[in-house]
């Protein structure tokens, strides 16, 4: 992703010069592209970054397909309407380029996307550097088996898959043959079958000729970002989730507590206009009260304003589906815009909440959900976030499978989370701006 990430900055300054020479032909020199070079050099960051929301530098979605050159057309198409509101809103440029502005847009998006297409062939029909040979069977051996065939941009290649019953027959060398034979150069292995002694000998020999060996569970989460709940055990998580204690959990604390006074503050306007809104077009408080449960399992009750009925839950509590009768047309709006969210500024204050974690949910699913979803207790033992690892990466929960699928990344954000992870997550939560998960 670094070479294509230096392509997409060598394209913007390609254009930037061809603009110029195209706009200004003999008199462009040193001065003029100086004066250019500052201001746009801020917009390019801008830029890149609304890729990175979009998803531009994903490399599972990589590929010469109709959705993604529709990401890239409205990425682009956001850039544009940034760039000129910043350049004639914003008196600090210096500059207020029309003609240049125009020219630069129409050949940024002509390399631009001669420059993705060019990628995506090669990322797509380039030998791959990691030859596969997968050992076990399963969901989720077919499931990087299909990742593998339908993205060849990820640089990998399943070049033999054998079953987990090959330690009964197996031989000295009989991997080290296979591999010969097949060009493997990393072995991905069924997690209980490491604890088979002849076999380990084998995969031991193998790391000395420089082959890899990973575990199906470890290759998995690096290709789904997320962790198989088939293939995990209590021995998994006591040997990657058992320690809690992280470095940068009291920092968070206070990074988060002075970012929620500022916005909470900042945003109070936009939050009592929003108040009256609620409050005059349906009966009801404007602010909707629920009490949810969060860090340990602790019970706290969580702020929104409200966006349903004021009687929406007299059957009891129940999920809300996508086209849910019980919702007001207000309500419709601010879900869509995930501005119902904003008093939940108040429990970040109050310590409730993180801005980043898994999403809160109520006691009563609670309750039930540990009982059908396996290892759903690991996701309580962080704090709750507004957005999270698992919200921007699969659809609002429906139904218990959505919940076992969302909280595969639930407990991939418990083991991995980190600074870098937060910050990346509150950028692409900006990305279902631009495609919705799935």
């Given at each position: 992703?670094?070479?294509?990430l230096?392509?997409?900055?060598?394209t913007?300054?390609i254009s930037?010069?061809a603009?110029?020479?195209?706009?200004?032909?003999?008199?462009?020199?040193?001065?003029l592209?100086?004066?250019?070079?500052?201001p746009?050099?801020?917009?390019?960051?801008l830029?890149?970054?609304?890729?990175?929301t979009?998803?531009?530098y994903?490399?599972?979605r990589l590929?010469?397909?109709l959705?993604?050159f529709k990401?890239?057309?409205?990425?682009?198409?956001?850039?544009?309407?940034?760039?000129?509101t910043?350049?004639?809103?914003?008196?600090?440029?210096?500059?207020?380029?029309?003609?240049?502005l125009?020219?630069?847009l129409?050949?940024?998006?002509?390399?631009?996307v001669?420059?993705?297409?060019?990628?995506?062939?090669?990322?797509a029909?380039?030998?791959?550097p990691?030859?596969?040979?997968?050992?076990?069977?399963?969901?989720?051996?077919?499931?990087?088996?299909?990742i593998?065939s339908?993205?060849?941009?990820?640089?990998?290649?399943?070049?033999?898959?054998?079953?987990?019953?090959?330690?009964?027959?197996?031989?000295p060398?009989?991997?080290?043959?296979?591999?010969?034979?097949?060009?493997?150069n990393?072995?991905?292995i069924?997690r209980?079958?490491?604890?088979?002694?002849?076999?380990?000998?084998?995969?031991?020999?193998?790391?000395r000729?420089?082959v890899e060996?990973?575990?199906?569970?470890?290759f998995?989460?690096?290709?789904?970002?997320?962790?198989?709940?088939?293939?995990?055990e209590?021995?998994?998580?006591?040997?990657?989730?058992a320690?809690?204690?992280?470095?940068?959990d009291?920092?968070?604390r206070?990074?988060?507590?002075?970012?929620?006074?500022?916005?909470f503050?900042?945003?109070?306007?936009?939050?009592?206009?929003?108040?009256?809104?609620?409050?005059?077009?349906s009966?009801?408080p404007?602010?909707y009260?629920?009490?949810?449960?969060?860090?340990?399992?602790?019970?706290?009750?969580?702020?929104?304003?409200?966006?349903?009925?004021?009687?929406?839950e007299?059957?009891?509590?129940?999920?809300?589906g996508p086209?849910d009768?019980?919702?007001?047309?207000?309500g419709?709006?601010l879900r869509?815009t995930?501005?119902?969210?904003?008093?939940?500024?108040?429990?970040i204050?109050?310590?409730?909440?993180?801005?980043?974690g898994?999403r809160?949910?109520?006691?009563?699913?609670?309750r039930?959900l540990k009982?059908k979803v396996?290892?759903?207790?690991?996701?309580l033992l962080?704090?709750p976030?507004?957005?999270?690892w698992?919200?921007?990466n699969?659809?609002?929960?429906?139904?218990?499978?959505d919940?076992?699928e969302?909280i595969k990344?639930d407990?991939?954000y418990?083991?991995?989370?980190?600074p870098?992870?937060?910050?990346a997550i509150?950028?692409r939560?900006?990305?279902?701006?631009?495609?919705?998960?799935?």
């Amino acid at each position: 992703m670094f070479l294509l990430l230096i392509g997409d900055i060598a394209t913007l300054y390609i254009s930037l010069v061809a603009t110029l020479l195209i706009r200004h032909g003999a008199a462009f020199g040193p001065e003029l592209y100086d004066r250019h070079l500052a201001p746009f050099s801020i917009i390019f960051a801008l830029w890149i970054l609304v890729f990175y929301t979009a998803g531009l530098y994903d490399i599972r979605r990589l590929r010469n397909s109709l959705e993604f050159f529709k990401t890239l057309s409205l990425a682009l198409a956001t850039n544009a309407l940034l760039t000129v509101t910043l350049f004639y809103l914003v008196p600090f440029f210096g500059i207020a380029p029309k003609t240049n502005l125009f020219i630069f847009l129409g050949i940024f998006t002509v390399l631009e996307v001669t420059w993705r297409r060019f990628w995506n062939l090669y990322a797509a029909k380039g030998e791959a550097p990691n030859k596969v040979v997968l050992i076990g069977e399963g969901q989720s051996a077919r499931e990087i088996e299909e990742i593998i065939s339908h993205n060849p941009q990820l640089g990998y290649s399943l070049v033999k898959h054998l079953p987990p019953t090959l330690p009964t027959g197996v031989t000295p060398g009989f991997l080290r043959e296979s591999l010969a034979a097949s060009g493997g150069n990393l072995v991905v292995i069924d997690r209980k079958l490491k604890s088979i002694p002849t076999l380990n000998r084998e995969l031991y020999a193998l790391l000395r000729t420089g082959v890899e060996v990973k575990d199906i569970p470890s290759f998995y989460e690096s290709l789904f970002k997320k962790v198989p709940l088939q293939e995990i055990e209590e021995g998994w998580i006591l040997e990657n989730i058992a320690d809690q204690t992280r470095f940068y959990d009291p920092l968070k604390r206070g990074f988060e507590f002075c970012a929620a006074l500022f916005l909470f503050i900042a945003l109070l306007p936009l939050e009592i206009l929003l108040g009256l809104l609620v409050i005059l077009t349906s009966r009801g408080p404007a602010i909707y009260k629920q009490v949810r449960v969060g860090k340990y399992g602790e019970e706290f009750t969580l702020y929104k304003f409200r966006t349903m009925r004021r009687d929406a839950e007299r059957h009891g509590p129940q999920w809300s589906g996508p086209q849910d009768a019980r919702v007001t047309l207000v309500g419709k709006i601010l879900r869509h815009t995930h501005l119902d969210e904003l008093p939940q500024l108040w429990n970040i204050l109050r310590g409730d909440l993180s801005f980043v974690g898994p999403r809160p949910e109520r006691p009563e699913f609670v309750r039930d959900l540990k009982e059908k979803v396996a290892y759903y207790e690991i996701r309580l033992l962080v704090k709750p976030g507004v957005t999270g690892w698992a919200q921007i990466n699969y659809r609002s929960d429906i139904t218990t499978e959505d919940v076992a699928e969302k909280i595969k990344y639930d407990i991939y954000y418990v083991k991995n989370r980190s600074p870098i992870l937060d910050i990346a997550i509150v950028f692409r939560t900006l990305k279902t701006l631009f495609v919705t998960p799935k």
